[in-house]
C-alpha cells in the first residue's frame, strides 16, 4: 500500500463520487422527475486491498449522509455492495473459491446487481433512502472474506 495508491482510490472512489453527485444535484430541478442516487460500494474485511476498502467505507458514510442532504431536494442515495462479482476481474481459480463461499453456489453476474440499480431507478423503490443493500447471494453473511 504505497501513498499514490491511497491517493488514486480517494480521488476516484470518494472524490469523484462526491463531485458527480454534487453536479448532479445541482442540475436535477424537474420535482416530477425520479431522482436517484446509486453508488456501488463493497463489503469488508478487504485483505490486502486496504485503500479500497478505506474509499468503500467513505462511501457507505456518504451514502447516509447524502440521503439526508439530498432528501428534501427529492434525490434519493442509496448504495450496493454487489458482492463477488464476475465482471472479468477473476480468474476461473477466484470464480470457484466465490462460488464455493457462496451459499446460492455462485459468482455474482452483472445483470445481478443490473436488477438491483433498476429496481431502486423505480417507482416501487421511491421510499427507500440511505440505506446500503447488499445483493451478493448470501456470501457476506456466510463469512465475507474475499477471494483473491
Ligand atoms: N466486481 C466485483 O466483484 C465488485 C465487488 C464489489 C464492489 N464492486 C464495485 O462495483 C463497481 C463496478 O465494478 P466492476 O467490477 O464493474 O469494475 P470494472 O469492470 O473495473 O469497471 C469500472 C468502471 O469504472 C470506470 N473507471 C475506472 N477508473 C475510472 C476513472 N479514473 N475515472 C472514471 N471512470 C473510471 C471504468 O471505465 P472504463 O470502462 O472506461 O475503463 C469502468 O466503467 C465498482 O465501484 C466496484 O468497486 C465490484
Do not use: C
Amino acid at each position: 500500500m504505497t501513498l499514490e495508491v491511497i491517493d488514486r482510490h480517494m480521488a476516484i472512489n470518494v472524490r469523484g463520487s462526491l463531485l458527480l453527485m454534487r453536479a448532479f444535484a445541482e442540475r436535477v430541478s424537474d420535482p416530477s422527475a425520479p431522482r436517484r442516487i446509486v453508488i456501488f460500494t463493497s463489503g469488508p474485511p478487504q485483505n490486502g486491498a486496504i485503500a479500497y476498502a478505506a474509499s468503500k467505507g467513505a462511501l457507505e458514510w456518504i451514502t447516509y449522509s447524502a440521503a439526508t442532504e439530498l432528501g428534501p431536494r427529492g434525490v434519493t442515495v442509496n448504495a450496493i455492495n454487489p458482492g463477488p462479482n464476475q465482471t472479468g476481474w477473476m480468474t476461473p481459480k477466484i470464480e470457484q473459491a466465490a462460488a464455493k463461499r457462496t451459499p446460492l453456489g455462485r459468482a455474482g453476474r452483472p445483470t445481478d446487481a443490473a436488477a438491483l440499480v433498476s429496481f431502486l431507478l423505480s417507482e416501487d423503490a421511491a421510499f427507500i433512502n440511505g440505506q446500503v443493500i447488499t445483493s451478493d447471494g448470501g456470501h457476506r453473511i456466510a463469512g465475507g472474506s474475499w477471494p483473491r
